[in-house]
């Protein structure tokens, strides 16, 4: 069988499309796309994001932030994010057409529009590994996305990030169960 060698690089499938969110200085909600993130612990996250990023600045100050799951009703905001600078650009949450409600849990914005978010508190970032951990405070759902109390991914539609193509895909296909498919093989 022929493979094609792509060598050291951060090829790996799916990545999470995340948008996290802070408030700056002055309260004014910030937002930016991450996708190299993922559950590091059972109530941690991890994320790798380069100190020069607004959002940097802002959860050091605050101690929190919070995660959103970019979906596709959302793709060109959540790209946005991911292109736009909050160090150049203010209220970039306003000029994408969302809005935010404050945490009760934590010191940061909950992207209304978005499905999924998770709230977190910082447990640590080190700057020359570019790692943020975060811990797990809450998770909320919105309830348009839920059937029978628990999340839809087909109602929810939330998106990955493609490295190989520079694209974003839907996920929400159920192809079987976890935990109980590989069980005739035991």
């Given at each position: 069988?022929?493979?094609?060698?792509?060598?050291a690089k951060p090829l790996t499938l799916?990545?999470?499309?995340?948008?996290?969110?802070?408030?700056?200085?002055?309260?004014?909600?910030?937002?930016?796309?991450?996708?190299?993130?993922?559950?590091?612990?059972?109530?941690?996250?991890?994320?790798?994001?380069?100190?020069?990023?607004?959002?940097?600045?802002?959860?050091?100050?605050?101690?929190?932030?919070?995660?959103?799951?970019?979906?596709?009703?959302?793709?060109?905001?959540?790209?946005?994010?991911?292109?736009?600078?909050?160090?150049?650009?203010?209220?970039?949450?306003?000029?994408?057409?969302?809005?935010?409600?404050?945490?009760?849990?934590?010191?940061?914005?909950?992207?209304?529009?978005?499905?999924?978010?998770?709230?977190?508190?910082?447990?640590?970032?080190?700057?020359?590994?570019?790692?943020?951990?975060?811990?797990?405070?809450?998770?909320?759902?919105?309830?348009?996305?839920?059937?029978?109390?628990?999340?839809?991914?087909?109602?929810?539609?939330?998106?990955?990030?493609?490295?190989?193509?520079?694209?974003?895909?839907?996920i929400g296909k159920r192809v079987g169960?976890?935990?109980?498919?590989?069980?005739?093989?035991?």
């Open positions: 069988m022929n493979r094609k060698d792509f060598g799916p990545q999470p499309v995340w948008i996290i969110a802070t408030y700056d200085e002055d309260g004014t909600p910030d937002a930016m796309n991450a996708a190299w993130g993922g559950i590091s612990e059972q109530t941690e996250v991890s994320v790798c994001l380069t100190p020069t990023h607004k959002t940097v600045t802002n959860f050091l100050r605050s101690g929190a932030f919070t995660i959103s799951m970019a979906d596709a009703d959302h793709i060109k905001a959540c790209d946005y994010f991911g292109i736009a600078s909050g160090n150049k650009v203010k209220n970039k949450i306003e000029k994408a057409g969302l809005t935010v409600t404050s945490s009760d849990k934590v010191s940061a914005p909950i992207i209304n529009e978005l499905p999924v978010c998770i709230e977190c508190k910082v447990i640590e970032y080190n700057k020359e590994s570019c790692i943020l951990r975060g811990e797990i405070v809450n998770v909320s759902v919105r309830e348009s996305v839920m059937t029978d109390g628990k999340l839809d991914m087909e109602k929810a539609r939330p998106v990955c990030f493609d490295p190989f193509n520079n694209a974003y895909h839907v169960g976890a935990w109980s498919e590989g069980k005739e093989l035991l």
